[in-house]
């Protein structure tokens, strides 16, 4: 049985190629390091190639400086070359995903449990700038949305690995409070040692905040909540519900949708969730907060 893609680990190295022979060794070891399945080449899928919205160099490098950041201290280190990695990786996944927008969103990919939160900040990533375009926004906008979302989670690298890794179910509520305390402290130590713009920190910042008003940290409500952080907010839950997390079980991308509709306006901006192409750019109504355009501590483009 052939591979029929390349698979990496979370840090964007290549473990096993494409095209490779798959021993009964290589699959057990696939198993025990948690990957769900992989794609083979078989009779059926000869001939048949799979048309994705990132290239795989660009989704590679993504998901090489995200592992980075979450595994360098920026305030030990001068920030701008991680700075500037991040700031090149943002515009190839904004470009890659306008040139391919016709191209259906498969964002599938095969990964163990240990490297979820790298592959899941790389999807959510994706699908907000897939939003965020066929809401209409513009290019300089769809980069402070691709950075904001590629490092929603930035937080959780500064809370204990059990307390984010245990789920909901397993946490108690002091743990629970801890765990709630990362689009925070994600916010905080970005705005402390990167010059993004202020637009970026607050899509981080309100990212579990729900469109009703229960969400955390700050319990704001509608269009009160930072656009980005509205579509972060769906994309975030969507691939967490399609991707095979340790703790729940992972639903097919139908069912997931079925889920964030099903929760519509009580979480999410219905705006956001019905991805309908704006033609004359963002509206109004949709903006009511406005992005801002204001640079935190001397900030440039984004
Ligand atoms: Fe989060």
Same mark, same amino acid.
């Given at each position: 049985?052939?591979?029929?893609?390349?698979?990496?680990?979370?840090?964007?190295?290549?473990?096993?190629?494409?095209?490779?022979?798959?021993?009964?060794?290589?699959?057990?070891?696939?198993?025990?390091?948690?990957?769900?399945?992989?794609?083979?080449? +078989?009779?059926?899928?000869? /001939?048949?190639?799979?048309?994705?919205?990132?290239?795989? $160099? !660009?989704? *590679?490098?993504?998901? %090489? #400086?995200?592992?980075?950041?979450?595994?360098?201290?920026?305030?030990?280190?001068?920030?701008?070359?991680?700075?500037?990695?991040?700031?090149?990786?943002?515009?190839?996944?904004?470009?890659?995903?306008?040139?391919?927008?016709?191209?259906?969103?498969?964002?599938?990919?095969?990964?163990?449990?240990?490297?979820?939160?790298?592959?899941?900040?790389?999807?959510?990533?994706?699908?907000?700038?897939?939003?965020?375009?066929?809401?209409?926004?513009?290019?300089?906008?769809?980069?402070?949305?691709?950075?904001?979302?590629?490092?929603?989670?930035?937080?959780?690298?500064?809370?204990?690995? +059990?307390?984010?890794?245990? /789920?909901?179910?397993?946490?108690?509520?002091?743990?629970? $409070? !801890?765990? *709630?305390?990362?689009? %925070? #402290?994600?916010?905080?130590?970005?705005?402390?040692?990167?010059?993004?713009?202020?637009?970026?920190?607050?899509?981080?910042?309100?990212?579990?905040?729900?469109?009703?008003?229960?969400?955390?940290?700050?319990?704001?409500?509608?269009?009160?909540?930072?656009?980005?952080?509205?579509?972060?907010?769906?994309?975030?839950?969507?691939?967490?519900?399609?991707?095979?997390?340790?703790?729940?079980?992972?639903?097919?991308?139908?069912?997931?949708?079925?889920?964030?509709?099903?929760?519509?306006?009580?979480?999410?901006?219905?705006?956001?969730?019905?991805?309908?192409?704006?033609?004359?750019?963002?509206?109004?109504?949709?903006?009511?907060?406005?992005?801002?355009?204001?640079?935190?501590?001397?900030?440039?483009?984004?």
């Amino acid at each position: 049985m052939a591979l029929g893609q390349d698979i990496y680990d979370g840090a964007g190295r290549l473990l096993l190629g494409r095209h490779i022979l798959l021993t009964e060794e290589q699959i057990s070891n696939l198993e025990f390091l948690g990957f769900p399945g992989v794609y083979v080449d +078989d009779e059926f899928s000869r /001939g048949i190639e799979i048309q994705q919205i990132v290239s795989p $160099e !660009v989704r *590679r490098q993504a998901l %090489k #400086i995200v592992y980075d950041l979450f595994h360098t201290d920026m305030r030990k280190q001068e920030p701008s070359e991680a700075e500037f990695k991040l700031r090149k990786t943002v515009e190839s996944v904004v470009d890659d995903v306008i040139c391919n927008g016709d191209i259906m969103c498969n964002i599938m990919d095969i990964k163990s449990y240990d490297d979820y939160i790298y592959y899941h900040s790389i999807h959510v990533g994706i699908l907000s700038v897939v939003v965020g375009a066929r809401l209409g926004l513009p290019h300089d906008e769809l980069c402070q949305l691709a950075a904001a979302a590629l490092l929603h989670d930035i937080g959780k690298r500064f809370i204990d690995h +059990d307390i984010v890794r245990g /789920g909901k179910a397993h946490r108690s509520e002091e743990e629970q $409070e !801890v765990y *709630r305390s990362h689009p %925070k #402290i994600g916010a905080e130590y970005l705005r402390e040692t990167c010059r993004f713009s202020a637009d970026v920190y607050e899509g981080i910042m309100e990212h579990h905040e729900c469109y009703n008003g229960e969400g955390y940290p700050l319990g704001k409500k509608g269009a009160e909540i930072h656009l980005f952080a509205r579509i972060i907010r769906i994309a975030d839950c969507y691939d967490a519900k399609v991707s095979a997390f340790p703790a729940q079980k992972s639903l097919s991308p139908s069912e997931a949708l079925e889920y964030v509709m099903a929760l519509g306006d009580r979480w999410f901006d219905p705006d956001c969730g019905c991805v309908r192409k704006e033609s004359g750019g963002v509206s109004d109504r949709l903006r009511s907060r406005t992005v801002q355009r204001a640079a935190c501590g001397g900030g440039t483009e984004f």
